[in-house]
């Protein structure tokens, strides 16, 4: 499992509200985040199965048509009202019940210019400008011929690989120049710049990536069910699988099955990329 994580998602930096919560868990009186604004919650209710929007009963029916009201993905209407515009009408939302709401402490700061929960958008932007100048630094910083993941020269006797093509990092290196030392520790920006290469054009595939299933026997041997399996050569140990799977000899799980259980010969742990 993949956790997503953006630097430039805004998100309310008062103490406490990193803490979200979701649909079914809201209760009244409770304070929110709405587009930045502090609101209080008056209820939440279902909507009517014959009253779901559109996009809702075409998700419905694609998730092959469950329990409408079990489905954790069914549309409720949430009724809010701002907190410091409380003569205002109140707010109805229609959402997802699985939808995640950032929750206020009940005392809160407010920038005095914007009338924003802060970050407001004047700050959260120059972070974000901020975050951006210093990237391009980084990247500028990268000599010709180095490791694109670790800035470090490239000698003759490191295994590398180059990424054949325009330089997606530094244009201005010229065509087959994105070159990565092939060695654990630059991993994570050799598989991010893979995947960025796959998407620059229609028809690329990884070159660190295969679709078929890894075994990997107790005696170390590995073999893979795809016949197009790429990892082969020099890179071969880098290249990930979609499905990977290790056996282990049984007298290696003995420990693990009570004494008058059959154990089996071997068994499996496997993991989905």
Known sequence: MHLRFDPDEWR?????SYRKQPTDRLQPETLIVWQRQPYRVIEVR????????KKYREAWTNHGMPDPDAWNYRPRVIVVRHEEQP????????GPNSATWHVLPEHYAICRLCRELPPCRHVHNEAIMDRASSHMAEQMAILPGACHACREPITKRQK??????????RPDLGDDSAVFH???TC????????????AAEPGRTRFFFCEGTLVTHHDGSKECDNTDCIAKGGHAEFVDHRVKVWHHPGDLALSA?????????????????
Request: aromatic share 12%.
């Open 187 to 198: 991993a994570g920006p050799r598989t991010s710049y893979d995947n960025r290469w796959a």
């Open 257 to 273: 099955f009570p004494t008058d259980m059959a154990v089996p010969h071997c068994w499996c742990l496997s993991v989905a990329v």
């Open 160 to 169: 590398t690989f180059t990424f054949p093509g325009t330089n997606l990092i």
């Open 182 to 184: 092939l060695r654990s």
């Open 87 to 94: 003569q205002t009408k109140p707010l109805h939302m229609v």
């Open 46 to 53: 279902e909507l009517q199965h014959a009253n779901w929007p």
């Open 12 to 16: 309310p930096s008062e103490p406490g």
